[in-house]
Nanobody, 126 residues
Framework: QVQLVESGGGLVQAGGSLRLSCAAS????????MGWFLQAPGKEREFVAA????????YYADSVKGRFTISRDNVRNTVYLQMNSLKPEDTAVYYC???????????????????WGQGTQVTVSS
């Protein structure tokens, strides 16, 4: 079972950029579907982006398409979320998640994922 640790969050002005990283421990990282979710105060956890085990397939929420890019490095056991053109409404805690199922079905549903990181705060000021 992998363990996940996110980093890279912080405070940024609107229009700025941040890159989140999620470092995974465990020998089977390369076989996991990986996802990023966000959770704003008082709201449900929302899908942001996902990437298949090989990196060949990526998926995005409509709200971040064209602004965010998910990628992974299976040698470094790390998944990234490059966030550009940030908006105040992007403010949330961002979570990295892993799913052992090779299928990418239901990639946008939190319940699909087996392992979660502790989250990293992203704050975008206007």
């Amino acid at each position: 079972q992998v363990q996940l640790v996110e980093s890279g969050g912080g405070l940024v002005q609107a229009g700025g950029s941040l890159r989140l990283s999620c470092a995974a421990s465990g020998r089977t990282f390369s076989s996991y579907l990986m996802g990023w979710f966000l959770q704003a105060p008082g709201k449900e956890r929302e899908f942001v982006a996902a990437i298949s085990w090989s990196g060949a397939y990526t998926y995005y929420a409509d709200s971040v398409k064209g602004r965010f890019t998910i990628s992974r490095d299976n040698v470094r056991n790390t998944v990234y979320l490059q966030m550009n053109s940030l908006k105040p409404e992007d403010t949330a805690v961002y979570y990295c998640a892993a799913d052992r199922d090779l299928s990418t079905a239901y990639y946008d549903e939190p319940k699909k994922y087996d392992v979660w990181g502790q989250g990293t705060q992203v704050t975008v000021s206007s």
